[in-house]
């Protein structure tokens, strides 16, 4: 350290810190401060609100940290920020629909084709018209017979009638349950079950149209809104800043 000529330092120098220039900003420990001597405190001041009260030419840096610029005396920063997250914020994400429902759909001309062999469940009754011939087990009924000599069976009877121009002959000795008309058009039923077998598996084609409608609803929400705040401050060790002030 160089010493003006004609002058010399003394150990209070020294103690006092008095060789820096005046508006010189140091760190300091609470315990170093306690301990200096009262022209120290005289010197300098700590930079507190209660000195930038008296004084607005020592800042008041507390809870602050000295940042390097073109100039002194500008302030910002916080110790957090409160933030909300937008839209545009948010990673790509789904969410499940719930409540979802379809309405105002309107169907028009829908027709299935008919492809390949198939099957259908039979219901009601089939109508069969003119005269014609059937194959007879069960007695419950009448049928036209128009050859001669037709053997009828039932159970383990056999009965035998000629039927000539609407006249007939028999020559059974019991017909119980058994009568032969030239009846015409008539009517057969069909159990639940009987099928009119058309082939084996198949597809059938819907052609028409299905238009408008909507979907409303909404997808499952969660989230509130509310905002968080994000601390700035890094770890620290707090000191006191001191400024020269004479």
């Known amino acids: 350290m160089t010493i003006a000529t004609g002058q010399s330092m003394l150990a209070s120098d020294i103690l006092d810190l008095t060789f820096f220039p005046k508006g010189t900003i140091l760190t300091f420990s609470t315990t170093a401060w306690s301990a200096t001597s009262a022209e120290f405190k005289t010197i300098w001041k700590i ?7 008296e004084d607005v030419a020592i800042p008041d840096l507390t809870d602050k940290f000295l940042r390097g610029a073109d100039s002194s ?6 110790d957090s920020r409160s933030i909300i997250l937008q839209t545009t914020n948010l990673p ?7 409540g979802l429902s379809l309405s105002g759909l309107s169907l028009s001309n829908l027709k299935a084709s008919s ?3 198939h099957e259908h469940i039979l219901s009601g009754k089939t109508v069969s018209a003119g005269t014609h011939t059937h194959g007879i087990t069960d007695p419950g009924h009448k049928h036209t017979i128009s050859s001669f ?11 035998r009638t000629y039927h000539m121009v609407g006249q007939s002959r028999d020559t059974s000795s019991d017909k119980t349950g058994i009568s032969i008309n030239n009846d015409g058009a008539h009517e057969h039923g069909f159990s639940s079950d009987s099928k009119a077998f058309m082939g084996g598996a198949h597809e059938h084609d819907v052609s028409g149209s299905i238009t408008g409608g909507s979907i409303n609803g909404s997808t499952a929400t969660s989230g509130s809104g ?3 705040n994000v601390n700035t401050v890094p770890t ?3 000191v006191i800043y001191i400024i020269k002030v004479a």
């Not at 790509?92 to 719930?98: L, V």
């Open 92 to 98: 790509s994400h789904s969410h499940e629909a719930t």
């Open 149 to 159: 000599n037709q053997s009828i069976e039932s159970g383990s009877k056999d009965y």
């Open 73 to 78: 005396g500008a302030e910002g920063g916080a």
């Open 226 to 228: 509310t905002a968080f």
């Open 47 to 53: 930079c507190n609100t209660a000195n930038h009260a």
């Open 236 to 238: 620290y060790y707090t």
């Open 115 to 117: 492809n390949g062999a």
